[in-house]
């Protein structure tokens, strides 16, 4: 049965799930539901001891102007709510306004991924806390200089002092609190989430021929899995040139990683143009088109990056597809969150 049939209405309008989704020949109802089941955020902040004083700190911090050597650059520069915690530029931009190696990340959902970096070169949210910090092409503050101007301020020497229970306003207790924010900056619901719960309507016909195209012909679905449409991995989709390879650069004898960026997530994808780790791609059908177009043929590309004979119909569907993965909230404005 194709994906478009998996819900049907039952009586009183009501709906069910009732088909078999391409996860698998035989993949059933409770499987499609279980692929895509949104996590209960309370888990992740018990994982991580978070609480609510780490988070309201972390939160003043992340949008703080301090934090760069100018005091014109927060965390937010980069990473604004508006642009679904990335920005609109093709590359991020420090404080000289020069472009960097790479485009901001999104920081949406970020709390679930176990590698971070566009080569995964940070083992935590914590670990990545200070490099665009003290980064002299970035935010370009030496980490004692940050520290001095936050203690003189007593509305931070207080939070800190409620949050932790050494109350020393130090590095580590930064990275912690900052963690601690972004862990809760998780994707809401999506039309996509009210399909997969039942509602056979929350999906045009376009998304839902799209939606078995993602996990059928396009193969989309071999990297952007699970929940939050990403494995966490990465992959040489066959595009990169030059001598920046990805994590390659950290495993240069591994012939697989050569060239190979982080699978983003793909919730809100249609609010966060440009795409691709350099910003190289205006949108998301150009990005469907170098996929359809198959990449270059190297001992690295990913076994699943192929000519994929996509039809003009067909890239639209795909794209009303990832359209149904914005949430229905729209993000908050920066300045309504600062403290």
């Not at 601690?180 to 998304?207: K, M, N, Q, V, W």
Request: aromatic share 8%; proline share 5%.
């Amino acid at each position: 049965m194709p994906l478009r049939s998996i819900f049907i209405s039952i009586a009183c309008a009501s709906t069910a799930l009732v088909g078999a989704a391409t996860l698998a020949n035989n993949a059933s109802p409770a499987d499609v539901r279980a692929a895509y089941a949104r996590p209960n955020p309370i888990d992740l902040q018990l994982e991580h001891a978070d609480t609510d004083a780490k988070r309201k700190l972390g939160k003043a911090l992340f949008f703080d102007t301090r934090f760069s050597g100018s005091q014109t650059l927060s965390c937010a520069s980069c990473h604004e709510p508006e642009y679904s915690w990335t920005d609109a530029k093709a590359r991020a931009q420090g404080e000289g306004r020069a472009p960097l190696a790479y485009r901001s990340p999104t920081l949406l959902n970020v709390g679930y991924l176990d590698r971070l970096g566009w080569d995964g070169k940070f083992r935590s949210l914590e670990a990545v806390t200070f490099a665009p910090i003290t980064g002299s092409a970035n935010m370009n503050l030496p980490e004692h200089v940050l520290i001095d101007r936050l203690s003189t301020d007593e509305i931070y020497v207080k939070a800190f002092a409620e949050a932790f229970d050494d109350k020393k306003l130090n590095r580590s207790n930064i990275e912690s609190a900052l963690a601690a924010y972004e862990r809760t900056l998780i994707s809401g619901p999506a039309p996509f989430d009210r399909y997969i719960e039942g509602d056979a309507a929350a999906l045009t016909p376009s998304a839902l021929r799209g939606f078995e195209l993602f996990q059928g012909k396009a193969q989309c679905s071999s990297c952007h899995s699970g929940w939050a449409f990403t494995d966490g991995s990465f992959h040489d989709i066959g595009t990169a040139v030059g001598s920046d390879v990805g994590r390659g650069r950290i495993f240069p004898t591994s012939v697989q990683l050569q060239y190979a960026f982080k699978t983003p997530t793909l919730r809100n994808v249609a609010i966060r143009a440009p795409y691709m780790h350099d910003g190289s791609i205006s949108t998301l059908r150009d990005v469907i088109d170098l996929y359809d177009r198959g990449g270059i043929d190297r001992p690295s590309r990913s076994v699943n990056i192929k000519p994929l004979g996509l039809s003009d119909t067909e890239k639209s569907d795909l794209v009303s597809f990832l359209k149904s993965l914005t949430e229905d909230t729209a993000p908050i404005a920066a300045d309504a969150t600062k403290r």
